[in-house]
């Protein structure tokens, strides 16, 4: 699903930016914690108190998310990297062990669309990249 340069790129990223759905129809956006899960293939967010986030109450209306990575890793020549993945979430509780700082809850992202940009290709010029946009 994800190439190891993708793979490579999000094991090296803090944040992410996690999109969800409001029961009004609005947007809301929030920067999460995140690592990819390789047994079962997604993208599991963690929070403190993340049970009783908005971002995982609005998950009981409409699964459907947008995860983004990113970064501007220099700007002479001006170089972005970013990967977008969209697809639908799971709220879930009893997943994790709580510490001190996160409860029990994730949020599992099932990719059905990623958008890569700049992650791969590195020795190209950056206004020669180009995105690759599958479905997965």
């Not at 340069?5 to 009004?24: F, H, I, K, S, V």
């Not at 997943?95 to 020795?123: K, S």
Request: a negative charge; proline letters at 7%.
């Amino acid at each position: 699903m994800f190439t190891e340069a993708e793979l490579e790129y999000l094991d090296a990223q803090p944040l992410g930016r996690l999109a969800t759905q409001q029961p009004n129809g609005t947007l809301q956006v929030n920067p999460v914690g995140f690592r990819y899960n390789p047994d079962e293939k997604t993208i599991d967010v963690t929070g403190h108190n993340l049970s009783g986030s908005k971002k995982f109450r609005n998950l009981r209306e409409n699964d459907r998310v947008a995860f983004v990575v990113d970064d501007q890793p220099q700007t002479n020549p001006w170089r972005v990297r970013c990967l977008e993945i969209r697809g639908r979430a799971e709220a879930l509780t009893g997943v994790n062990i709580p510490d001190n700082h996160f409860d029990d809850a994730v949020i599992r992202i099932h990719p059905e669309r990623i958008l890569a940009f700049g992650v791969e290709d590195w020795d190209r010029e950056p206004l020669e990249l180009e995105t690759n946009i599958r479905n997965v």
